[in-house]
């Protein structure tokens, strides 16, 4: 409700695909075959695994989140959304042959990172496909590295504080190997935006849309698309 409602009275579209969702397009061409299974694997309202859909109408998406309530309703059999947490143990009624996750990893705590990791390599078939897309570091100084966001008490939104965990890649592709998936790689992606100085003499930044003050954590580090194989 609230996310629908935000949209609503901002004469926003529920979604519009960014500069990683069309990079993600071209790398699902180079994986998929007609007629594959693939989990989204926290699809949030479930809009940009309507618009991988529409975009591969031969093959067949699900998504996967906690709130039900929030999922878009198709006006077509596919994609189809479960309900369900992902930081408990889950049984689905079929395997995929690729499943992927976008920005969902940074905001998992590291205690969960295992059970999250689990679970997606249960979802995949055995020769099926994993994708992660997520910030990770570059350097190997820093495993994580966390910005903690606390909103003002007059803020609307209920959630005050929350925070994100961004990771290096040495971290992830040992946990990727630990868990069982090989042939891992890593395919780098520039996030670009548009920054200005408040005054020429000034060292404050803002960024033109204010809709991305979310990113200012993750600029500080490379977005990867992470691919394995089960």
């Not at 397009?25 to 529409?54: E, M, P, R, Y």
């Not at 999250?116 to 495993?143: A, P, R, S, Y």
């Not at 868990?179 to 200005?196: Q, R």
Request: aromatic fraction near 18%; proline fraction near 3%.
């Amino acid at each position: 409700k609230y996310i629908k409602g935000y949209y609503k009275k901002n004469k926003l579209k529920l979604f519009k695909p960014r500069e990683h969702d069309k990079v993600f397009v071209k790398i699902l061409k180079n994986i998929l075959n007609d007629g594959d299974f693939v989990l989204d694997i926290g699809c949030g309202n479930g809009a940009s695994t309507k618009f991988f859909q529409d975009k591969y109408p031969k093959n067949f998406f699900y998504g996967i989140d906690y709130l039900e309530k929030i999922f878009i309703k198709p006006k077509k059999k596919y994609p189809v959304f479960l309900s369900r947490n992902l930081n408990k143990k889950i049984n689905l009624p079929i395997k995929f042959n690729l499943c992927y996750s976008k920005a969902v990893f940074q905001t998992l705590p590291e205690a969960k990172i295992n059970f999250f990791l689990k679970n997606c390599k249960k979802f995949t078939k055995k020769g099926g496909v994993f994708v992660l897309f997520d910030c990770f570091l570059e350097k190997d100084e820093f495993e994580i590295f966390r910005f903690n966001y606390k909103r003002d008490n007059k803020a609307k939104n209920n959630l005050k504080t929350f925070s994100f965990n961004y990771y290096s890649k040495k971290f992830i592709l040992k946990k990727l190997q630990k868990i069982g998936f090989k042939n891992i790689k890593f395919i780098p992606f520039k996030l670009s935006f548009e920054m200005k100085g408040k005054k020429s003499d000034s060292h404050t930044i803002k960024l033109f849309d204010r809709s991305n003050l979310s990113l200012i954590g993750p600029v500080v580090q490379n977005w990867n698309f992470v691919i394995a194989k089960n």
